[in-house]
DNA sequence: ACCTGAACACCGTTCAAGT
DNA sequence: ACCTGAACACCGTTCAAGT
């Protein structure tokens, strides 16, 4: 047995996280196993350790991508806006949509934990970090009288809020019906908390 | 083999939860297993599917245990202020801290997935329905103009971002170190709100 | 050098068979 | 009637052995 070449290092790794990304979308992140993933790519389990450290490094990569695809669609939502407010409204609603699409993909990155002892590596907590830092680039506007760190925290506590209320309404736990609803509950979040924050 | 007797099956019931309880609070749930509640019980695994329908079962059981000293908590918080804007940042507190004494348990009922197809049972919904219509009552006298749609959206959108900075915070992908931070930004949060909210 | 396949130590769940 | 223990179909992970 063994030796086919058919495949690079890189081109097993990227069709092992196209199938795993497919698997996950479609059936949710219940039904993903690491022989799932090697039979849907014609290669053995062995095989994906070949490629992976594990299967924790496996999702982990493939949640990369997501946050990836997350962050480029927020970079054009905020292009497309005239003014700031409008753009912190966007985000919020591309964030939500976002995950309603592909809701079994947003869970893999927000429901996934970290092995007991182990922590998420530095270059996969920046990537949720870029996106912080584009929601305190659009609201350092709205606030000129808000010193940096203020900004910081104010991006931080609304995002976090806006993420709640995304993840709760897509397990079920806030008892709304439909997308169109929790799109205005983060709406009606981001114009409140923005009325507060930039009086005064 | 078998017929002890030893234990009735409501006693059972509670030893199990009493185990699955403490085995989630201090190794986390990854550590978690039918087998090993069944040993720490002094039973075989078969023994729980006599008093649980299956382990989704058991864990729904102990997260509504959980629901249910959190909820006490909050009742306690509140009849301590001496007003609703008091007892809204209590409400907060409460929240935070309760999440941050027992993260293992904490996260178990927020990530805890329900099977594909499967749905989250009323009477569980109920318990979190119960929380939401907790902050409902507190903000109520804040905001007397408002209709009582309109507060029962705004309970939900408020405290689905309490929940996001928590559950964000606790999964490290905020940046942020300390309960206090989360405690801070959770209350900014609310009082940001409430300015928008209660104004106009 | 590359990949396999079998092994190991675990799972959740079921159920005939013992007392 | 109550509980067991073994079985079944799965896991993640490792690694000697084949080509």
């Known amino acids: 047995m063994a030796r086919r070449n058919d495949h690079s290092r890189e081109e097993i790794r990227e069709m092992a996280l196209e199938a795993a990304e497919q698997l996950v979308s479609e ?3 219940g039904a993903f196993s690491a022989r799932k993933v090697a039979g849907a790519i014609g ?3 062995g095989t994906l350790y070949l490629v992976f450290d594990n299967l924790d490094d496996l999702i ?9 695809r997350l962050h ?3 970079l054009q939502a905020r292009i497309q806006c005239r003014n700031s407010r409008e753009a912190l409204l966007r ?3 591309t964030y939500i949509r976002f995950a309603d699409e ?3 993909r947003w869970e893999m990155i927000f429901g996934h ?3 007991e002892g182990e922590k998420t590596p530095e270059w996969f907590q920046q990537k949720v970090a870029r996106m912080f830092a584009l929601v305190e680039a659009v609201m350092q506007p709205l606030a000129k009288r808000r010193s940096a760190p203020e900004i910081a925290q104010a991006a931080r506590a609304l995002w976090g809020g806006v993420h ?10 806030l008892g709304v019906a439909g997308v169109q609803s929790v799109q205005d509950l983060a709406q009606s979040l981001i114009n409140n908390y923005l009325e507060g924050f930039t009086r005064q």
């Open 27 to 29: 059936q949710g992140p």
């Open 72 to 74: 480029g669609r927020m």
């Open 91 to 93: 985000l919020g609603e």
């Open 43 to 45: 290669y053995t389990v």
């Open 164 to 173: 709640g209320i995304c993840i709760l309404a897509l397990t079920d736990k």
């Open 60 to 68: 982990l990569q493939m949640n990369a991508r997501t946050l990836d």
């Open 113 to 115: 934990r970290t092995a």
């Open 102 to 104: 592909d809701p079994h």
